[in-house]
């Protein structure tokens, strides 16, 4: 299970170079807002456009803001992809809503 961390921490991560914060939120609850600064990327799209993307760094922070109920499944996609430093954010996406 991956730790989680704060959306605060998630943005100070993200600010620094440190982290990525991934939106895997799908396209139909992304009408909510955007994460500034997030790479988006559809549930079902993790393996192709995740993996061609020059932001992404295995061995960097990975802060995942998805939907509760696909968060184990995200984390396992993620792992089986090589990344090992996997986060989740507390409160999720209205969390960082209030801390951007």
Request: charged share 25%; glycine share 8%.
């Amino acid at each position: 299970m991956m730790r989680e961390i704060s959306a605060a921490q998630a943005m100070e991560h993200a600010q620094r170079g440190d982290a990525v914060i991934l939106d895997v939120r799908p396209q139909v609850v992304r009408h909510q807002g955007s994460v500034p600064g997030a790479l988006v990327v559809e549930p079902g799209e993790l393996t192709g456009k995740l993996m061609a993307n020059p932001r992404v760094d295995r061995d960097a922070e990975v802060a995942v803001v998805a939907l509760n109920a696909q968060t184990d499944e995200i984390e396992s996609s993620l792992s089986r992809l090589g990344f090992t430093k996997l986060v989740r954010i507390a409160g999720g996406f209205m969390a960082l809503r209030g801390s951007a």
